[in-house]
């Protein structure tokens, strides 16, 4: 395996939370262990009915995680591009996006008055005042320099599911911000769907034994192109041969005539253009 640079491994780790969260790792179990070890007790103390909103906030983040993904895949900045401005541009030039964090950093609730501590986006495109101000907002949890770890973000929204959404802004924008976004990719092996960094540009899949089903599976299908076009070929050697065929035992005479077997014929009769005719 490939040595990397301290630098690198501290950037790998930054983005285990996102691909945690993409490929299903983290879910409402950790959710709820997280809230127990920040809080000192367990959530569901007091709302034992509870424990089916943090299955559907696991499900959410996921969901919600993933769909910005998939749109954005493929849409990496260029090496040279500034990370700070990418992100701002993205995020404002994409109106569906803005507007879903727009709503959510609505329902909590964020004050415009943070942002004056916070680092602050700003695209290169001249935008008003009031639009800048939303702007910040909707990137809020991605702009905090600090650590948002997942169980705060649940707790102080009061809320599991809108915590779930504001968590998916806080780790898309991570995600954004990496240098390394450009090596996210997405295994394409059948049932699989699991997204893994691309860090030495030359992998598809996800490991080795995706990589070799793929292998195998060219293998068959050039195996089964070469048994179609030799059977084929067959076919059409017989039905030649069958022109000039006088007799009724026929299977016999053209497994002599052009080395087939009988069994093959047989198994292709419906293939064959059999001639009715008389033996003479």
């Known amino acids: 395996m490939p040595k990397i640079s301290h630098q690198r491994a501290e ?3 930054r983005l285990r939370p996102v691909l945690d969260v993409l490929n299903g790792v983290y ?3 950790q959710m709820l262990r ?6 000192g007790k367990d959530p569901l103390n007091d709302d034992p009915d509870a424990y089916f909103l943090y299955v559907n906030a696991g499900h959410r983040l996921r969901e919600t995680l993933t769909r910005w993904v998939e749109k954005w895949r493929g849409r990496a900045p260029a090496g040279d591009e500034d990370r700070e ?3 701002a541009e993205y995020i404002y030039g ?29 695209p290169r495109e001249h935008i008003s005042d009031d639009q800048r101000l ?7 949890l991605g702009s905090y320099s600090g650590t948002l770890e997942f169980a705060m973000t649940f707790f102080n929204s009061n809320d599991p599911i809108l915590g779930a959404e504001a968590e998916a802004i806080h780790l898309f924008v991570i995600l ?20 893994f960094l691309n860090l030495g540009g030359r992998r598809e899949f996800c490991s080795r034994s995706h990589a070799q089903q793929r292998i195998n599976r060219r293998v068959l299908q050039d195996l089964k192109q070469t048994r179609d076009k030799r059977k084929k070929e067959a076919l059409a050697r017989a039905n030649e041969a069958l022109r000039e065929c006088k007799k009724r035992d026929w299977k016999q005479w053209l497994a002599k005539r052009t080395g087939l077997t009988t069994t093959f014929l047989t198994r292709n009769i419906k293939h064959l253009k059999v001639p009715k005719r008389e033996e003479q």
């Open 11 to 13: 950037e790998i780790e």
């Open 27 to 29: 879910g409402h179990l």
């Open 34 to 39: 997280d809230i127990r070890e920040i809080e």
């Open 85 to 87: 401005n990418y992100v």
């Open 94 to 122: 994409n109106r569906e996006l803005r507007e879903e964090f727009l709503r959510i950093t609505k329902q909590l609730g964020m004050a415009g008055g943070v942002f004056r501590e916070l680092l602050l986006f700003q």
């Open 134 to 140: 939303k702007f910040q907002i909707g990137l809020f």
């Open 176 to 195: 954004l911000r990496s240098e390394l976004s450009s090596k996210l990719c997405r295994c394409p092996a059948a049932g699989c769907g699991k997204f």
